[in-house]
C-alpha cells in the first residue's frame, strides 16, 4: 500500500488538479474519500474542511496549487511548471486564471450560497455557472494564444495550466456551457483527454 495518501472527493476540482500531477509525476497514491455531496468536511486534517489534502513524508499538505508545486520541486520529471523562470510565470499566470479567478465564484460553497438567496435557486445557479465560467474561459483562450502555439496551455508537454484547465473543462460541460468556440482550449482538452493520467484522474474514473 502506497504511503502516500490522498484525501479526495470525485468532483472536487482540486483534488482533481492533484489526482493528475500525481499520475504524471507515476506517483502511487492511496485515494481516501471525502464524500463533500453528503456535507462531509475534512476539519482533522484541514481546519478549512476542505480536499484535497496530501499525507506524505510526513507531511499533511493542503492547497492543490501548492501540492503540486511541492510535488515538481521533489519530482522534478516531468515538469509541470516549465524550465526557465519565464515559462514558470506564463504557466502560473495562465493556471492562477482558473483556480484563482473561475473557480472560486463556481465553487458549490459560493453559487449555492449565492441561489439561497434568490427566489428561484436552480435558474439562478446555472446562469451563474454558465457567466463566470464563460468569463474566465474566453480570457483564459486568449491568454493561451498569447503564450504561443504549442499544443499544451505552455509548450510541448502538460504544465500546471493543463492540471488546472482540465476540471475547469468538465465543469463548463456539466454546467452546459459550450467551449466549442474557443478553438485552443477545445484542442488542448481533446490532448489532454488521450492521457492516461489525465483518464485516470476524471471524475468518472475515480467515482
Request: net charge neutral; glycine share 6%.
Amino acid at each position: 500500500m502506497s504511503d502516500i495518501v490522498l484525501y479526495d472527493y470525485w468532483r472536487s476540482s482540486a483534488s482533481y488538479r492533484v489526482r493528475i500531477a500525481l499520475n504524471l509525476k507515476k506517483l502511487t497514491f492511496q485515494s481516501k474519500v471525502v464524500d463533500l455531496a453528503a456535507g462531509e468536511k475534512l476539519y482533522s486534517h484541514n481546519p478549512q474542511g476542505y480536499v484535497p489534502v496530501l499525507m506524505m513524508k510526513g507531511k499533511t499538505l493542503t492547497q492543490s496549487l501548492s501540492i503540486i508545486e511541492y510535488l515538481d520541486e521533489l519530482y522534478p520529471t516531468p515538469p509541470l511548471l516549465g524550465e526557465t523562470a519565464d515559462a514558470r510565470q506564463s504557466v502560473r499566470a495562465l493556471a492562477h486564471l482558473v483556480a484563482m479567478d473561475i473557480h472560486p465564484v463556481c465553487n458549490l460553497n459560493v453559487v449555492n450560497y449565492a441561489a439561497d438567496l434568490a427566489t428561484s435557486s436552480n435558474p439562478v445557479k446555472v446562469d451563474w455557472m454558465k457567466h463566470f465560467i464563460g468569463k474566465g474561459m474566453t480570457a483564459l483562450e486568449q491568454l493561451i494564444n498569447d503564450a504561443g502555439a504549442g499544443p499544451f496551455c505552455y509548450g510541448d508537454c502538460p504544465t500546471l495550466a493543463d492540471i488546472c484547465l482540465m476540471p475547469q473543462i468538465y465543469n463548463a460541460d456539466r454546467w452546459g456551457f459550450d467551449i466549442s468556440s474557443l478553438k485552443r482550449i477545445s484542442e488542448i482538452g481533446q490532448r489532454c483527454a488521450e492521457i492516461e493520467a489525465f483518464q485516470k484522474a476524471h471524475p468518472d474514473a475515480v467515482r
